[in-house]
């Protein structure tokens, strides 16, 4: 009955090296996003996982950022060879289709604070 | 590319007045719409949403929606130090197989006690 959980809370790694950030969704939820939101900033869309249908991954800002979606619940998200403008919060969320419908809400976990030095 | 624009505030607001939030977007064929509140480091949760013209009221808040004007607003009557947050306004799309939400920047709100 949890909700949405998301590991590490804080990061702070070294410029070019790699990170990865963890989303467990809440379960029986179909859908998981991937959000970045940046100091005053407000959610820019990384990447969306629905079902095992093919990932909408027109948000990941360059080829460093990927992400996976094992057996349809956890999802990891990796930056490779970090740079100090991928400092952010990135936050994963993930929602329930009802008869088959995005209903619009969705259920953000507390996210991941990413420091690069 | 959908747009969704918010004034970023700060907008400050004496306790018990009404605080007025706003949103415009640029898809005139947007349908859905969600104002989500984010408090200070913490995450986003929802409060409100509309599909149809016209206002809906949920308590103290109210949403209104004006497709003609692409504007969505939200108000919030009665306005507590509580409500002080960050308010998002977010469009639904849907289609080619992807679903979700297009969030504006979002508008601080302050409380004055």
């Known amino acids: 009955g949890a909700g949405v959980s998301q590991s590490p809370s804080n990061k702070v790694t070294e410029k070019g090296k790699d990170v990865e950030l963890r989303c467990d969704p809440i379960?029986?939820?179909?859908?998981l996003y991937w959000y970045r939101q940046s100091l005053g900033q407000g959610l820019e869309f990384l990447i969306y996982f629905q079902g095992n249908s093919a990932p909408d991954k027109s948000g990941l800002p360059s080829d460093r950022f990927s992400a996976e979606r094992t057996g349809g619940s956890v999802s990891t998200l990796t930056i490779q060879r970090t740079q100090q403008e991928d400092s952010a919060v990135y936050l994963c969320a993930s929602s329930l289709k009802a008869s088959g419908r995005f209903q619009g809400e969705l259920f953000f976990g507390e996210g991941s604070r990413l420091t690069v030095l | 590319q959908k747009e969704v624009e918010q004034n970023s505030g700060p907008l400050s607001v004496p306790e018990g007045a009404i605080a007025s939030l706003n949103c415009t977007y640029s898809?005139?064929?947007?349908?859905?719409f969600f104002w989500y509140r984010q408090y200070s480091g913490k995450s986003p949760e929802l409060i409100m949403f509309?599909?149809?013209?016209g206002d809906k009221e949920d308590g103290r808040f109210t949403a209104q929606l004006n497709k003609a004007s692409q504007y969505v607003s939200l108000l919030i009557r009665d306005s507590q130090p509580s409500d002080s947050a960050t308010y998002l306004c977010?469009?639904?799309?849907?289609?080619?197989?992807?679903?979700?939400?297009?969030f504006g920047k979002g508008t601080h709100l302050i409380i004055q006690p």
């Open positions: 509309i599909y149809s013209n």
């Open positions: 379960s029986g939820h179909t859908a």
């Open positions: 977010a469009e639904k799309y849907s289609g080619g197989g992807a679903d979700g939400l297009t």
């Open positions: 898809d005139r064929g947007s349908q859905s």
